[in-house]
């Protein structure tokens, strides 16, 4: 073990990029008591990260890199008996991982499904699972699965919203499912101390969709927003909507 243990620990998959990647820098910023460990499908990529994450000024926590691949199971499986040998415990696990590799106005053939549910569905049930010793381990331990207002069936016919109507039918279903799958870790995990959500991080110039470029040309919010959303659940201030679908500045959706 290192002597990061002493430090609040937290995994977030799909940390080389996007939403995941800010989230490791803002959090990494905010204090010296967070060790955060960047969960990353291409090891060498996490690396990478990891090097520019630590020599970029204002950083005052310390991070990690552990391979973590969520469509493998055996990936999945050794990155978790990694954390518990180096570190004994985790206390925040961030299942941020996601695709959507559809395009708008485009129905997704089967492949495309597949993919897509495999990734954002299937990834954080086994990433989870595989945890749950590890995180038993923490005296406070705290799921999130990051999801979307896309996956609230009544944001459908919400035309507020940049994305209602008939719009990228794979990734909405897949996002509902995940919260079925949260609303059921809920229930599963809350009698043995665990704190559970699912956080929409808003609608940001990530890399989710392929079209970042153009909305940060339509002046969509920044990712960092949403790394913010992510510290406030770390530091409690979200604990009052524990077991809900939750976005930034307070907000509380219906599922």
Not at 122 to 134: D, E, K, L, R, S
Not at 203 to 226: F, L, M, N, P
Request: charged fraction near 20%.
């Amino acid at each position: 073990m290192t002597a990061n243990t002493e430090k609040e620990l937290i995994l977030i998959t799909g940390g080389t990029n996007g939403v995941g990647l800010e989230t490791v820098i803002y959090i990494a910023s905010a204090s010296p008591k967070y060790h955060i460990i960047i969960g990353a499908r291409n090891l060498s990529k996490g690396e990478k990260v990891h090097k520019d994450v630590q020599a970029r000024p204002g950083i005052q926590g310390t991070v990690s890199v552990v391979q973590l691949d969520a469509t493998d199971d055996a990936s999945i499986q050794a990155a978790a008996k990694k954390v518990e040998h180096d570190f004994g415990r985790l206390d925040v696990l961030i299942n941020n991982a996601g695709i959507c590799p559809e395009r708008d106005g485009q129905w997704p053939d089967r492949k495309v499904l597949q993919d897509t549910f495999e990734t954002n569905v299937f990834g954080p049930a086994i990433v989870t699972q595989a945890f749950i010793p590890v995180l038993k381990k923490s005296s406070s331990p705290r799921l999130v699965n990051v999801t979307s207002i896309m996956a609230s069936i009544s944001s459908i016919s919400d035309h507020s919203l940049p994305y209602s109507g008939a719009r990228y039918p794979g990734y909405r279903m897949s996002k509902a499912a995940l919260n079925m799958l949260t609303a059921y870790q809920y229930f599963q995990l809350k009698s043995e101390g665990f704190k559970v959500w699912a956080f929409c991080p808003g609608y940001v110039a990530s890399d989710i969709g392929g079209d970042k470029e153009e909305r940060i040309k339509q002046g969509v919010d920044s990712t960092e927003t949403s790394a913010k959303g992510l510290l406030e659940i770390v530091e409690g201030q979200r604990d009052e909507h524990v077991g809900c679908f939750i976005g930034r500045n307070g907000a509380k959706y219906e599922w």
